[in-house]
């Protein structure tokens, strides 16, 4: 099945400081989506991408769909400390068949030092 | 408020004794799963229904079950609980391509 390799596992921040993460698959997705887990929770969606080339802001959250539809990048600006939590990437691949599931990443542990 | 809702959020039982987790949405959505999330491994989808009375499993499904006999819920059943199922869980409803999650059970099997 598909595969997806989130980067980096963990970051350790300043903050204010801009913070980046990508996602990769070894085959095309048809949407992106990311989401933010904050601890003892599930993971809230924040973005979600549908089209190659697209590019989607929600406050200093940036997201892009790849040209390729094999990867996604996630851009958070000026981060500040409710920013603390993981972050996942999920792929859906062209319908057709098998569990029409979404695929996750590992997750991105993002920590912000004062 | 739309929401999905679990409970309970935290369960602790001794190996094999049955339970059930319980999951509502109500988002009229006709697409629900259940993830477990583990270190290292992120989530994995256990089950999922696509409608009412239409179920399949996901990519780890063995140990656990499921029913959809109304839209809105959506059950995990634990038949004979083993210590490998300790995790934490978590229910959640799509439509198109966006899922929206609960709040996530945390169940330890002793």
């Known amino acids: 099945g598909q595969q997806l390799n989130q980067s980096p596992q963990s970051m350790f921040i300043q903050e204010g400081e801009d913070v980046s993460m990508n996602c990769t698959s070894s085959s095309i997705f048809n949407t992106w989506l990311w989401y933010k887990q904050d601890p003892g929770e599930g993971p809230v969606l924040l973005i979600a991408l549908y089209k190659a080339g697209e590019l989607t802001s929600n406050g200093r959250l940036t997201a892009q769909f790849g040209i390729t539809r094999k990867d996604s990048f996630l851009n958070i600006s000026a981060s500040i400390p409710s920013d603390v939590g993981i972050y996942f990437c999920a792929g859906q691949p062209p319908s057709g068949g098998g569990a029409d599931g979404l695929t996750f990443g590992k997750g991105t542990h993002l920590i912000i030092q004062p | 408020e739309a929401q999905v809702t679990q409970n309970p959020r935290y369960l602790i039982t001794v190996t094999g004794k049955k339970l059930t987790v319980t999951c509502s949405q109500n988002?009229?959505?006709?697409?629900m799963s259940w993830y477990r999330q583990d270190p290292g491994l992120g989530l994995r989808q256990i089950y999922y229904?696509?409608?009412?009375?239409?179920?399949d499993k996901g990519d780890v499904p063995e140990g656990y079950k499921v029913s959809r006999k109304e839209k809105r819920n959506f059950p995990l059943i634990l038949e004979s609980p083993s210590p490998n199922q300790t995790s934490l869980y978590f229910c959640a409803s799509r439509i198109y391509n966006e899922q929206f999650f609960g709040p996530g059970t945390r169940l330890t099997v002793l």
């Open positions: 229904s696509m409608n009412v009375e239409v179920t």
């Open positions: 988002m009229n959505h006709e697409y």
